[in-house]
DNA sequence: AACACGTCGGTTTTT
DNA sequence: CCGACGTGTT
């Protein structure tokens, strides 16, 4: 049955046995650089966990030469937890963390070098904007031509793109004058000792770029760097690979560094926005002349109807790679289709079909609902509360961007740090203790002047106000002093009693929350304690690595490494380390700005999921709703215009499908409660994108947009069968009859929900059936409408809303741009 | 220094 | 419509 053993003469590998043949071939890949196209729910994180086990087995790795690099905390947890079930192996020998997570671990052993003070922050973008805004005001920039934000999001760009201010091309004053704002504020952070999310990939790319000892080190270190979501990487992180692989230095000896195994799904790629470059994938395959590609196929997670609908639509998009998902499930239930007059009718059905599922025995947390964009969830929300359906919102505040947190660990961080001016100015007068902004101005004014931090311009400032600040930079002081030596947990106790913040929250009349936020911050830092292992051994992160593999008594399972590898192993010291090792607290820091934690609102309680479709990625459930599937919204209007937005919203579909286990809803609403105005949407050209056999519709199927209202050559595509989608439901009534189960387990589901047809189904009430579209009619215009204007020529209705006189068109005119029209104004005249 | 009022904006999100 | 944020008032 073995027909992949580890190693010739040996025992088969029990790693290999329960994988099928693409995911072997993937796992027990040579040492080179390959790609794997791993399609949803293609066992992916299981190859990847697999491979490093696999790796250490044959003795092909040991720990310390291994990197694994994910986007989420939540990914590497996983990893570590499931390669820690495979193998009796230290994982925190290996690297596996985030971009970010790796970069500070690294940035942190090499400071000196990285020209950053021991004591670092980071700053989250939260921090990020503030100390934007300070820079703004202290430089007396016009916020309203440069509003933060945009700064931000400019600045948070270029360093995804790897450039440096003096990197960025100028083609205007506009940008010029960014560019500057730019460069001040990478003075103003280095000033301070704090780095932003992209500070940590730039400077840790620099590094490794003009370092030559130290990038070396790495390259002959890392023999494997395996790297999850490759979809999702953007430019900067990209190069940053690359130099750890030995391919980023032109005329470098390229057999220096490691081999890189890429896992990734063009199809899934769906962080455009946030700089992600699907190209990645197509340059890594060129520049780094892989030879193994291998795709995963095979899926294990849904039923075939779900999957052939996914394939379908995503068939629509154009430059792919090339994959179809296939499963051995039987086609399983059809997709629902439900169509609402309301969005507040779309939720009440919703709530009745949950019910019923809930009857049937499914778990409520299996059952997600997942929208565009959050404001869809409030109505949702507001039905399942007034049906006393527990739910939780994914995508809230977390736990450590909430205020009172976020006050406490400023304090912490100027006992660290006290150059950190964001902190510093969070928590001067927080508690109030009579510091205005009068005074903290003047200290502003005095430590540009000397072109020093506000914690140093305090014995410059003299006056009530100098008294004033100077007592709260005592008081940091001695809380510094006092708190040299103490375990961390106490240190975080004594630093939000002293500094008066619980105190503040506990005469708060709605502090309760606050102060319980608060004692939970005492017990994280506890936990993380516990978890980082610094009660037993203060030791920094290098030390772990030079942990023995063979101490750990590994059984049949041994990880004794041959003798050359060992030799490395003791010698893993990089050059121009730091001795020093991070405190625990400077840990715990670090640890809160990667790692904001859940948003704790009734965490653990079986409850429906609600969620973007973007926090649904990675994730899966039995029942799937997708909702407000409109024109507009689903695929976004703001994506609409042009193709690669387009194509990404379809991905973005391609992900919401490929959630579902066993049942997926899709629905729409006729009209939305929108900004304070009710809209009127069509329904998602993603439904004409689905084949018609895996569909079943439970409301009556609309007349196609083109053939309501009088717009010539209409109706042609979609007249075939106006009911019940007659050859879908035929199809699944079969594969009903034949055998259907839902996951095994859930037989009672099974029987209530099977071979009953749904006619009890709340969703075919009369009462359900959709309003007609008087609105619509009375201006007869449809989206996607071609239509003419006198004015304007030729264009295409985007977006319908409002009613009467009130009624207003978003029109897209070929030559002058994007307008809103009033209908009852504007002189239109339909295109066919 | 806390509260009231007005304005503005409003895809998606992790680190 | 609804929340965040900033300004102005007591």
């Known amino acids: 049955m073995f027909l992949f053993t580890d190693a010739p003469g040996d025992a088969p590998s029990p790693l290999l046995a329960t994988l099928n043949a693409e995911q072997r071939s993937a796992v027990t890949l040579p040492a080179e650089h390959a790609l794997i196209l791993a399609g949803a729910g293609s066992g992916k994180t299981r190859v990847l966990t697999t491979r490093i086990a696999w790796l250490l087995h044959q003795g092909l790795a040991t720990p310390g ?93 270029c360093k995804e793109d790897g450039m440096r201010p003096a990197a960025v091309p100028v083609r205007d004053a506009l940008t010029q004058k960014k560019v500057e704002i730019y460069q001040l504020y990478e003075e103003q952070c280095q000033r301070e000792g704090v780095v932003d999310f992209g500070e940590l990939m730039l400077r840790s790319y620099e590094l490794l770029r003009d370092n030559a000892p130290i990038r070396e080190h790495y390259q002959r270190r890392f023999r494997h760097i395996l790297i999850d979501e490759f979809q999702d990487t953007n430019k900067l992180q990209y190069a940053w690979i690359k130099m750890l692989a030995g391919k980023g230095v032109e005329g470098e000896d390229h057999h220096t560094g490691g081999a890189v195994l890429a896992v990734g799904d063009d199809d899934q790629s769906i962080y455009a926005f946030r700089g992600a470059r699907v190209g990645n994938m197509a340059d890594f395959v060129r520049e780094f002349a892989v030879q193994h590609q291998i795709k995963l196929e095979q899926n294990y997670r849904s039923y075939s109807n779900i999957l052939d609908a996914a394939n379908a639509l995503i ?23 439900y169509e609402a007059p309301s969005d507040f009718s779309e939720a009440q059905w919703m709530v009745d079909e949950m019910r019923q599922l809930v009857r049937d025995g499914v778990e409520r947390k299996e059952i997600a609902v997942l929208y565009r964009s959050n404001a869809q969830s409030r109505v949702i929300e507001t039905a399942l509360f007034n049906a006393a359906i527990p739910y939780r919102v994914y995508g809230g505040l977390r736990f450590f961007e909430r205020a009172e947190i976020k006050h406490a660990l ?48 305090v014995s410059a400032l003299s006056g009530r106000a100098g008294a004033a600040i100077a007592g709260f930079v005592a008081k940091i002081d001695v809380l510094r002093e006092q708190t040299i030596g103490l375990n961390l947990r106490t240190i975080v106790s004594l630093v939000i009693s002293e500094s008066g913040l619980l105190e503040h929250y506990r005469t708060e009349r709605e502090g309760a ?112 709703f997708i909702t407000g599937m409109e024109e507009g919204l689903f695929p976004h209007e703001n994506a609409m215009s042009d ?106 589901y099974n029987s209530a929900r099977v071979g009953q047809g749904d006619s009890a189904s709340p969703s075919q009430r009369s009462a359900d059936a959709p309003v007609p579209r008087k609105d619509a009619s009375s201006h ?13 020529g030729e264009g295409t209705v985007l977006t319908l809303e409002g009613a009467g006189d009130d009624a207003r068109a978003q029109i897209s005119f070929a030559r002058h741009g994007t307008k809103w029209l009033a209908l009852s104004v504007a002189k239109l005249t339909p295109v066919p």
């Not at 200290?443 to 020093?452: E, I, N, R, W, Y």
């Open 513 to 624: 929350d606050r102060v319980e936020n608060l004692e939970e911050l005492v017990n994280a830092a506890e936990s993380f304690v516990m978890q980082e292992g610094f009660g037993r051994d203060a030791s920094g992160l290098e030390a772990e690595l030079t942990q023995s593999p063979a101490s750990q008594g590994l059984g049949s399972l041994d990880l004794v490494a041959d003798a050359s590898t060992r030799a490395y192993e003791d010698n893993l010291e990089a050059p121009g380390e730091t001795g020093e090792t991070p405190s625990p607290l400077a840990a715990f820091l670090a640890h809160a700005a990667l790692e904001a934690g859940d948003n704790m609102a009734q965490a653990g309680q079986d409850a429906i999921q609600l969620m973007t479709v973007h926090s649904a990625k990675g994730l899966e459930f039995d029942c799937v």
């Open 315 to 337: 068939g629509h998009n154009s430059r792919r790679l090339g994959k179809n998902l296939r499963t051995e499930q039987g086609p399983g239930e059809p997709v629902r289709v």
């Open 410 to 457: 400023a304090y912490l961080r100027l006992l660290e740090n006290p150059n950190d001016d964001t902190s510093f100015m969070r928590v001067v007068n927080f508690p109030a203790r009579g510091i205005g902004a009068r005074s903290t101005e003047q200290l502003q004014d005095l430590a540009k002047a000397s072109g020093c931090s506000l914690h140093h311009a």
């Open 65 to 157: 030469g291994i990197m694994a690099v994910t986007f989420t905390n939540k990914a590497a947890k996983e990893m570590m937890t499931r390669l820690s079930g495979m193998l009796p192996v230290n994982v925190r020998a290996m690297w596996i963390g985030t971009f970010h997570g790796l970069c500070n671990r690294f940035l942190r052993t090499h400071c000196k070098a990285a020209n950053l003070p021991l004591t670092f922050q980071i700053l989250d973008m939260q921090d990020q904007l503030s100390a934007i805004k300070r820079l703004c005001k202290q430089y007396a920039i016009d916020d309203e031509r440069f509003p933060p934000k945009e700064l931000q999001w400019f600045i948070a760009g």
């Open 780 to 792: 007869g215009l449809q989206v996607r409408q071609k239509v003419f204007h006198g004015k304007f």
């Open 643 to 748: 193709r690669d937005g387009l194509e990404e919203e379809r991905r973005l579909m391609y992900v919401a499908i490929t959630r579902a286990r066993a049942r997926l809803y899709l629905s729409h609403s006729q009209t939305r409660m929108l900004h304070g105005q009710t809209r009127f949407n069509l329904k998602s050209r993603f439904f004409d994108e689905l084949p018609e056999v895996c569909l079943k519709w439970l409301t009556p199927k609309r007349q196609p947009a083109t053939s309501a209202y009088a717009l010539g050559g209409a109706g042609r595509a979609w007249s075939d069968d106006g009911g019940y989608g007659s050859g879908g439901y035929g199809r699944s009534g079969a594969s009903h009859g034949s055998g259907y189960s839902y996951g095994g387990a859930s037989s009672a």
